[in-house]
């Protein structure tokens, strides 16, 4: 699909990443070849360390994959497009321990524009004083359980539309130019829809009455 603006994770950052993501591969790949090695002298101690090695060099490549590419937020005529990880966080929250190192699979959530009337942007414990019931109010206290070392670093974007369907991800190290761009003519164009955010960059953009600290 073709869209006329998008956000998404920062470049910088993607690319720092990406060269994580490298250097996890290629210890992986040559984990790999002592592995087969050490199988070839008969070394099944050495073989099994090795192996394990590369398993989580590469389930760590994936999540990282996972954190970094799938999230974004379009816009394309009168929708709001939204790719994200089911949930909060790109691994799995319903399967215990084993589950922070299995990737999230993402979905793809389209909102009407006419029909918002919340747009609530900022870390968790600010978007906490606003959304106090719902799904999202409830992933945030449960998070603060649970994955607090995670979830207090994160920024979120928390949408509420006229009919009470929610819509919330995190923005994490997303462009906060691109963000900007997307939100601005959203916001000033409809004087109904409650702005509320605690990111200094993205607010130079918004009209003074619209602002909440």
């Known amino acids: 699909m073709e869209y006329t603006q998008k956000a998404s994770i920062e470049k910088k950052i993607k690319n720092r990443n990406m060269i994580f993501i490298c250097?996890?591969?290629?210890?992986?790949?040559?984990?790999?070849?002592?592995?087969?090695?050490?199988l070839v002298k008969l070394k099944f101690?050495?073989?099994?360390?090795?192996?394990?090695?590369?398993?989580?060099?590469?389930?760590?490549?994936?999540?990282?994959?996972?954190?970094?590419?799938?999230?974004?937020?379009?816009?394309?005529?009168?929708?709001?497009?939204?790719?994200?990880?089911?949930?909060?966080?790109?691994?799995?929250?319903?399967?215990?321990?084993?589950?922070?190192?299995?990737?999230?699979?993402?979905?793809?959530?389209?909102?009407?524009?006419?029909?918002?009337?919340?747009?609530?942007?900022?870390?968790?414990?600010?978007?906490?004083?606003?959304?106090?019931?719902?799904e999202f109010a409830d992933e945030l206290a449960s998070s603060k359980k649970k994955h607090e070392n995670v979830v207090k670093k994160m920024d979120f974007i928390y949408i509420k539309t006229k009919d009470n369907n929610e819509i919330y991800m995190s923005v994490t190290d997303f462009d906060n130019a691109e963000m900007a761009e997307i939100l601005k003519p959203i916001v000033d164009n409809d004087e109904r829809i409650d702005f509320k955010c605690n990111n200094r960059f993205i607010s130079k953009s918004i009209p003074p009455k619209r602002l909440s600290f």
Request: proline letters at 4%; glycine letters at 8%.
């Open 23 to 38: 250097i996890t591969a290629s210890i992986s790949f040559l984990g790999l070849v002592m592995a087969v090695y050490s």
């Open 45 to 134: 101690v050495f073989t099994l360390i090795y192996l394990a090695a590369v398993l989580l060099g590469f389930l760590y490549a994936v999540l990282r994959i996972n954190t970094i590419m799938p999230p974004y937020i379009a816009r394309s005529g009168g929708y709001l497009y939204f790719q994200t990880w089911r949930g909060l966080f790109p691994f799995r929250t319903d399967k215990g321990f084993i589950g922070e190192f299995l990737p999230s699979k993402t979905v793809l959530k389209k909102v009407d524009i006419s029909q918002i009337n919340r747009i609530y942007l900022g870390t968790r414990n600010y978007l906490l004083k606003l959304v106090t019931e719902g």
